[in-house]
């Protein structure tokens, strides 16, 4: 009897333990899911009030600026580099240029990138540059919604990685270290991405774009000249003169050059008249 009330004192043991154990893991459990939904419905608080920050504070705003300009230039060389020299001097850079000559005319796409605060500066420098503007738009893209919802993700997704690294600190069983060395790479491979999109829109709107198309035209003076028949025949007389004059040079250079040959040729030439010629007396 008293071995019978010992077996069954050591089961109502054993099954509280299994019992307590269980319980411990549940809340474990149950404290992290707490954890994660706090997390979440946190980003989503930021979210919240930073979109309605944005809408508030207008100078804030991030948009995209680029303007299309099509104009002439007398010359093209010298306007890019003026206008380089501009971009540079407000914080500017160029960043594509081509150009391409057809039939006597230059066609030029350029891009510039310059700060936004500059634009409308530069845009009155390109102005000046050009012999004429045929056209001209400015587009704007506002990014600030996006903006502000990929920094609310951001802030998400970095307070879940600073919990999984305590959870990676305090796990004990290689199975549970493995699952949250996966999470946190996963997580981590986000916000790489994240911060990339926002450096991304941060550089598109900080500098605007400006994009120009340039036609070079040939100035009143330079289109007088190709048509001045009086310069063309100077300048095909002066032609003429160069050729004779190095015509008559090769034939100096060659009679002079070649003298003892042509003395020679003319001494046989002289003895085989002779002989001729007496021969020929001789006979008659």
Request: with cysteine; net charge negative.
């Amino acid at each position: 009897m008293k071995k019978v009330l010992i077996g069954l004192l050591l089961l109502f043991l054993a099954a509280c333990s299994n019992s307590e154990q269980k319980s411990s893991v549940e809340s474990a459990k149950m404290d992290q899911t707490m954890i994660e939904k706090k997390i979440e419905k946190k980003g989503e608080m930021e979210t919240v009030e930073a979109k309605s920050a944005a809408s508030t504070y207008s100078n804030e705003r991030k948009v995209m600026y680029t303007a299309n300009i099509t104009a002439e230039v007398v010359s093209y060389d010298e306007t890019i580099a003026n206008l380089t020299k501009k971009a540079e001097s407000r914080g500017g850079y160029i960043i594509q240029s081509n150009a391409v000559e057809q039939d006597g005319k230059i066609e030029a796409y350029v891009t510039f990138r310059i700060p936004q605060n500059e634009l409308q500066r530069f845009i009155e420098e390109v102005k000046k540059a050009s012999k004429s503007v045929k056209s001209e738009q400015m587009t704007g893209e506002d990014q600030t919604e996006e903006y502000v919802d990929l920094n609310s993700r951001l802030k998400s997704k970095q307070a879940v990685e600073a919990r999984l690294l305590k959870f990676m600190e305090s796990a004990e069983k290689t199975e549970d270290l493995l699952k949250i060395s996966e999470d946190l790479a996963a997580v981590q491979e986000e916000i790489e991405q994240l911060k990339g999109r926002i450096k991304y829109i941060e550089n598109r709107t900080d500098y605007a774009t400006v994009e120009l198309q340039l036609t070079e035209i040939k100035s009143h003076e330079n289109f007088s000249k190709d048509f001045n028949t009086w310069e063309k025949t100077k300048e095909q007389f002066l032609t003429s003169i160069h050729w004779i004059v190095q015509a008559a040079s090769w034939i100096v250079v060659l009679v002079v050059g070649n003298l003892p040959i042509v003395l020679l040729a003319l001494i046989i030439f002289f003895f085989v008249y002779r002989t001729f010629k007496k021969k020929q007396e001789k006979t008659e």
